[in-house]
Each structure stands twice: as C-alpha cells, then as structure tokens.
C-alpha cells in the first residue's frame, strides 16, 4: 500500500526557517521522482522542488532558488525540504507528491501517481 506521510509545517516569522519531512511507503525513493508543491489560498498548486531517484537530479522553482534545499535519506525512505528565509509569500499547504517517471518540469499535478496530505506553512510578517 503507497503511502506519503508529510509533516513539519507550522508558523514561522518572516527569516525563519521550517523542515518538511515526507516518509514514503510502498516504494523505494530510488523508483521515482519525488518532491513538493504547495498551494496558496487562491492560486493553483505549484510543483516547487523535486528529486529524482535519491539525487540522480534535481529541479526548483526559482521561487525557491537559495533558499530551499532538498534532501533524502534512502535508509528511512524519507525525503526532506529545507526551507530557509522564508518570506510571507511562502505561506501555503505543502504537498509532497511522487511518480515514476517525470518528463516535464515543472511537473504537473495531474502527472503525479502519489500524493501526501498537506501540511500548513504560515509565515508572519
């Protein structure tokens, strides 16, 4: 049974910095292409940081360019977001998702197999 388990967000003031954590299982993250969106009130889910099969390659948003990284560890099949001098703009639900195979970057949403419950990031001005 594939599941994503997303957890880490909270509330945060502007410069802050949050982990988000997603365990996989199901699958191995050497399998697929893994990552996050995220979603604020009002706009569309966006894809924002993805990993492919445990650091073959990596894609960002510019968005985020500098200030969040992706990591995974293969041992706890869990795949991480650091997420460093967040700004109020950030705020959104944060969505881990996967697939097999990605062909397009940004991702779109409709192109993922797995999906993660949103957890909440809120920065404060």
């Known amino acids: 049974d594939v599941q994503l388990q997303a957890c880490g967000g909270g509330l945060v003031q502007a410069g802050g910095s949050l982990r988000l954590s997603c365990a996989a299982s199901g699958f191995t993250l050497d399998d697929t292409a893994i990552g996050w969106f995220r979603q604020a009130p009002g706009k569309e889910r966006e894809a924002i940081y993805f990993?492919?099969?445990?650091?073959?390659?990596?894609w960002y948003a510019d968005s985020v360019k500098g200030r969040f990284t992706i990591s995974t560890n293969n041992a706890k099949n869990t795949v991480f977001l650091q997420m460093n001098r967040l700004q109020p703009e950030d705020t959104a639900v944060y969505y881990c998702?996967?697939?097999?195979?990605?062909?397009?970057?940004?991702?779109?949403?409709?192109?993922?197999?797995?999906w993660g419950k949103g957890t909440q990031v809120t920065v404060s001005s």
């Open positions: 990993i492919m099969h445990s650091g073959e390659a990596t």
């Open positions: 998702a996967a697939a097999e195979v990605v062909r397009v970057y940004p991702p779109p949403p409709e192109t993922m197999h797995y």
